[in-house]
């Protein structure tokens, strides 16, 4: 699969998924952005995998930057691993 194809793929789940949650998971206003638990940078996107990281597990609809932070989990290591093994298990599950 192309870089491009892959890209597309990624962003066409992620607005699927803002319009399925309209909601700000922390105040319940309106949600106008997507957020990462895990933060989608290179060094998180090369441990983990896209695959991890843009799971919906990983993904929070908020309303702003302010809540984006509010959900972020980039300094709690005992909680990212806990995210990657129950993403790791719901995929297992959906594979197989």
Not at 18 to 38: D, M
Request: some cysteine.
């Amino acid at each position: 699969m192309t870089r491009e194809r892959k890209k597309f793929e990624i962003d066409e789940h992620k607005r699927e998924f803002l319009s399925r949650n309209q909601v700000c998971e922390i105040c319940g206003k309106p949600a106008t952005q997507l957020a990462h638990r895990i933060p989608q940078t290179k060094t998180m996107l090369r441990l983990y995998g896209p695959e991890v990281i843009h799971h919906d597990l990983n993904l929070a609809a908020v309303c702003g930057l302010k809540h984006n932070a509010a959900v972020s989990i980039k300094n709690r290591p005992v909680r990212i691993v806990a995210l990657v093994q129950q993403i790791q298990r719901d995929q297992a599950l959906v594979e197989g």
